[in-house]
């Protein structure tokens, strides 16, 4: 069982893997599933077992994609306001989440270039995860869903800044600068703006 399991992992992966590659090089739209099982190296039968049609397989990439992406962006309430003089957890978050970008860079290239429904999915998806985190503070004196999109939108426009320059920064770098002008200055309003 856990042979087949490892096997459909694979035969997956070298079919998203082929996607993305595939999207690269030219429109979605453009792309057959021959040409995603010749790049797989796997059986056109075979990309039927798994799925029904190419928008399938993209779903399935961007769900994944999506829970791993809200996973790095979204801080539990004790790490967002760890204490700002020491390396906080929510910049080593960063550093991860940029490492993680930089592992995946044609993926995130593909998601951050695709139409813009598909990047509002990703936002709003991170949107309502850091709401839930934070729905049980008190109500700051800006509303918590402004400063979820704030945070999450800020965030998006420096990974997709980075990916456009060819990541020149190393991922620590931006994590550290993500810190620095989003991190810290939304941790410290809401702060100040509790402490009233």
Do not use: C
Request: aromatic share 8%; net charge negative.
């Amino acid at each position: 069982m856990e042979q087949v399991d490892r096997r459909v992992r694979r035969t997956k992966k070298s079919l998203e893997d082929a996607l993305i590659a595939l999207t690269l090089e030219k429109d979605y739209d453009e792309i057959t599933i021959q040409e995603i099982t010749d790049r797989a190296d796997i059986g056109y039968r075979t990309f039927f077992r798994h799925y029904s049609d190419k928008d399938e397989l993209l779903k399935d990439v961007l769900s994944t994609t999506m829970v791993e992406l809200r996973e790095l962006m979204v801080p539990p309430q004790s790490d967002f306001f760890a204490d700002p003089n020491i390396k906080s957890t929510y910049l080593v978050s960063g550093e991860i989440l940029f490492r993680h970008v930089h592992e995946r860079s044609d993926l995130y290239r593909v998601l951050l270039r695709s139409e813009n429904t598909l990047v509002e999915s990703v936002m709003a998806f991170a949107i309502r995860g850091f709401e839930e985190n934070f729905e049980s503070l008190s109500e700051p004196d800006i509303p918590i869903e402004i400063i979820a999109n704030h945070m999450v939108s800020g965030t998006i426009a420096l990974v997709r800044w980075w990916l456009d320059t060819e990541m020149s920064y190393p991922p620590e770098v931006m994590g550290e600068y993500m810190d620095r002008l989003i991190v810290k200055p939304t941790r410290d309003m809401i702060l100040h703006s509790l402490a009233k």
